[in-house]
């Protein structure tokens, strides 16, 4: 009998690539085979990153199909990389998959997609094939997605996903408001690809109710009430290749495991770790106040800036910065982000809240996150104990959830049991 295989697609995006990765690796572990693939511009860097990639003893193997780009044309173009996706990608993975059929002990058993790859549930339908979305990020991310509609109902957003106005949205009683602004398609500075992402968002809608499965890189534990507005929604995460004794793969970029040595000769639970992810970009002016916020805050830090992080060609820090931090202050172009996450000098050891901190931070007249306003905040953060206490207490739950007998692992055992079947 012919083992499953399954078709594995993740959304070109760092932080989509990584869990996806992950999740492979716990099908392979089970017996599975696994095609993961790739957009063309991400391949080279993922295959050439990871270290351990050949000890699946065959069960995996990592191909690539084109975005529609040419190799040189610019993928932080948000915009223009959704609509080229959208076009080219579904035809190029039913080619893939008709390709994988001819020889008949391979044929593909299952897809799992990244939601924001949803044409890709659309594609397995249409070939007769059991499919499975996967959402890597925040529930609550997702929550605001498949609202969309209400949204537009109430008069928040336009029939193209644009804020009508200033609001603050609050989809449950048990969720924390967030404003229109900084929904998660609409958080761009250009309308266009405002548009482009909120077709992505439809799209994603409509493959909640066409899947078989729908399963989230999260837990009950961290988001209750996201996981209580959608019954489908599984959580089986979070997906952490430390929970395996393993170390993490599906980076685009080298990994500086130096900053490792230099986090060792910190004080427990003293270092702020910045990082953002593959799509960000920053203007020179933003990336500045991130800079000096970061100096002023007087704490050692770790921060991430990755080649093509700025708008410019090089990437300038103010004058005289790296004297002035020294070795407080540690730059890197690409971290061992679970490794720094997990050292006892990181305060993110402790601290789940920083990311949620700095999307609320208020923004000037001109739109800018000033230096004062990130110091402010990061002394509000980090300056008494509450927030210590809460993320030692969800660390635990999370920590109990993905071990055996717990809710997230009870889930992905089914879900794999389920994707054997097929």
């Known amino acids: ?248 793969a599906g980076h685009f970029w080298q990994e500086d495991s130096t900053c490792l040595t230099w986090l060792d000769q910190q004080q427990p639970c003293s270092v702020i770790y910045i990082a953002f992810g593959s799509f960000t970009i920053f203007d020179q002016t933003h990336f500045e106040e991130l800079a000096l916020g970061l100096e002023l805050s007087n704490r050692p830090f770790l921060w991430v800036v990755r080649p093509g992080m700025t708008k410019e060609t090089t990437t300038s820090y103010p004058d005289g910065y790296t004297e002035r931090v020294g070795s407080r202050g540690r730059i890197v172009s690409w971290a061992p982000q679970q490794k720094v996450l997990a050292h006892p000098s990181s305060m993110l050891h402790e601290s789940l809240w920083l990311e949620l901190y700095f999307r609320r931070m208020a923004k000037d007249d001109a739109g800018i996150i000033t230096r004062g306003e990130i110091k402010s905040k990061l002394e509000e953060l980090l300056s008494g104990e509450t927030y210590k206490v809460k993320a030692l207490d969800i660390k635990e739950k999370v920590t109990s959830s993905v071990i055996e007998g717990g809710c997230s692992h009870k889930n992905l055992s089914n879900f794999i049991e389920w994707v054997k079947e097929r």
């Open 1 to 248: 009998m012919a083992k499953p295989h399954v078709v594995v697609i993740p959304y070109p995006a760092q932080g989509h690539v990584i869990p996806f990765l992950e999740l492979a690796q716990r099908l392979v572990q089970q017996g599975i085979r696994v095609t993961f693939v790739n957009t063309d511009f991400n391949q080279k860097g993922v295959a050439s990153n990871w270290l351990d990639k050949g000890s699946f003893g065959g069960l995996m193997q990592m191909v690539s199909i084109s975005d529609g780009l040419e190799p040189w044309e610019d993928r932080s173009d948000l915009c223009k990389l959704t609509l080229s996706i959208m076009q080219t990608m579904p035809h190029k993975l039913e080619e893939l998959i008709e390709t994988i059929n001819k020889e008949e002990s391979s044929k593909v058993s299952c897809v799992i997609a990244d939601d924001c790859m949803a044409w890709a549930i659309q594609v397995a339908k249409k070939m007769g094939i059991g499919s499975a979305a996967f959402w890597p990020a925040s529930v609550a991310t997702l929550a605001s997605i498949f609202s969309f509609q209400k949204l537009i109902d109430d008069g928040i957003i336009n029939e193209k996903g644009i804020p009508l106005k200033d609001h603050t949205i609050q989809l449950s009683e048990a969720m924390p408001p967030i404003k229109s602004e900084n929904l998660a398609w609409a958080c761009f500075m250009d309308v266009a690809t405002i548009e482009a992402s909120f077709q992505l968002v439809k799209e994603a809608e409509e493959a909640y109710r066409l899947t078989e499965w729908f399963i989230c890189n999260s837990t009950t534990d961290l988001e209750a009430a996201a996981f209580s507005m959608y019954s489908q929604l599984m959580p089986i995460g979070p997906l952490l290749a430390s929970n395996r004794l393993a170390d993490q």
